[in-house]
């Protein structure tokens, strides 16, 4: 898996852990329930197999197993309830603590995969076909929960970070948790063809945050990728983030700039948690 390309590894380190997890795992229970054959590559001969060996194999490690089996037959999980009547299999079972070797639609999706799996496949080729479709499925479900880790890691970092659903204009960061505010902020992970509407929006809201409080810093994280980052040039977005200086944006970040921002916090004089300072005194 090494040397497999990891387009969007700096913007979703932690996708990519999980994902190697799950190859890992994938490929270790292939080899403990298929017959591996060696000639000159490493085959799985999933014709030999019956339904009770891949029964065995879902039930070894539901997670990874029942969501290689989908990729790799072509099962999601509504074309399997529109072929067979078992509605959500994965939903239901990927994260089931319970053995499912009991368990009917469970049964069922074995009996399927017996029927539908090649006679023989690479073992490279079956992970990374895994691997690419679920690195495609999971990206947006990662980036939804981009903003809940960004303002993690500021309160790991020692600043009383929230999301201001109460708030004038709903923010994404807002530090401290209580008035006086220092800072507000917007969290965004932008596409390309949304992003003069998203600069536009963020300039907007910063001059809503600046009319709504007194004296705050109002910052932008913007998750653009290393790609588009490197194709442009940081600074040259930036500028066309901000209007040259000429918006009510403080600052922006990009999203390998965690520690930029918490320097600029430093910068500004933004009180820590005093509660936790106190603790780290002791």
Do not use: C
Not at 133 to 161: K, P, S, T, V
Not at 227 to 236: A, K, N, P
């Amino acid at each position: 898996m090494d040397d497999w390309p990891r387009p969007s590894e700096e913007e979703l380190p932690d996708m990519y852990e999980d994902i190697d997890e799950m190859a890992r795992t994938a490929e270790q229970e292939l080899r403990n329930h298929f017959t591996i054959e060696d000639h000159p590559e490493e085959r799985i001969q999933f014709g030999e197999a019956t339904p009770e060996d891949f029964l065995n194999a879902i039930d070894a490690d539901h997670a990874a197993m029942i969501a290689l089996f989908q990729k790799i037959a072509g099962l999601p999980d509504r074309e399997f309830e529109r072929q067979y009547g078992v509605r959500g299999l994965g939903s239901r079972f990927r994260d089931r603590k319970s053995s499912l070797k009991d368990v009917e639609d469970a049964q069922t999706f074995a009996e399927a995969l017996a029927e539908l799996m090649p006679e023989s496949l690479s073992l490279e080729a079956a992970l990374f076909a895994f691997y690419k479709a679920w690195e495609g499925d999971q990206r947006r479900f990662y980036r939804m929960r981009y903003e809940d880790e960004f303002l993690e890691f500021l309160n790991e970092e020692g600043y009383e970070a929230w999301k201001g659903n109460s708030l004038p204009g709903e923010p994404d960061i807002v530090i401290p948790d209580s008035e006086p505010f220092h800072v507000i902020g917007e969290i965004r992970v932008i596409q390309q063809k949304d992003k003069q509407k998203r600069f536009k929006e963020f300039r907007t809201e910063a001059h809503e945050a600046h009319t709504n409080f007194d004296n705050i810093h109002f910052v932008v994280v913007a998750n653009l990728g290393r790609q588009y980052l490197e194709g442009h040039g940081r600074e040259t977005v930036r500028s066309e983030i901000n209007k040259d200086g000429a918006s009510e944006i403080d600052a922006v970040f990009f999203h390998d700039e965690r520690d930029e921002f918490i320097e600029q916090l430093e910068e500004w004089d933004v009180p820590e948690n005093a509660q936790q300072s106190l603790s780290e005194l002791e």
